[in-house]
């Protein structure tokens, strides 16, 4: 069974940048879909933005674009990275990695992804 664990949160001032990183263990990355969600105190989990593996088709929610990035490295755990930048308190909560079957190509719902990791912390606030 897959697990997936985050890292990478942190507490930034507005406009600042952060990578997340979302690892798998007990088994690979490479074939799947793997959605990024946050969770803000008091609100409900959203979809942030998704990546198909391994032909690295990505999509954003509208308040992720133009601002986030995901990738994908094969290293020997295979990485999946969420790259932010110009940050603000808006994207403030708990970051998520999942993953799903299928491709990434519309807003990653909750629902449809499994293997939840435990999330990361990202604050931001000046």
């Known amino acids: 069974q897959v697990q997936l664990v985050e890292s990478g949160g942190a507490e930034v001032e507005p406009g600042g940048s952060l990578r997340l990183s979302c690892v798998a263990s007990g088994g690979g990355l490479s074939y799947h879909n793997i959605g990024w969600f946050r969770q803000a105190p008091g609100k409900e989990r959203e979809g942030v933005a998704c990546i198909s593996l391994p032909n690295g088709g990505t999509y954003y929610t509208r308040s992720a674009q133009g601002r986030f990035s995901s990738y994908f490295e094969y290293n020997n755990k295979g990485t999946v990275y969420l790259q932010m930048s110009r940050l603000n308190s808006d994207d403030t909560g708990l970051y998520y990695c999942?993953?799903?079957?299928?491709?990434?190509?519309?807003?990653?719902?909750?629902?449809?992804?499994?293997?939840w990791g435990r999330g990361t912390q990202v604050t931001v606030s000046s």
């Open positions: 999942a993953v799903a079957d299928g491709l990434c190509f519309q807003e990653p719902l909750p629902g449809n992804y499994a293997h």
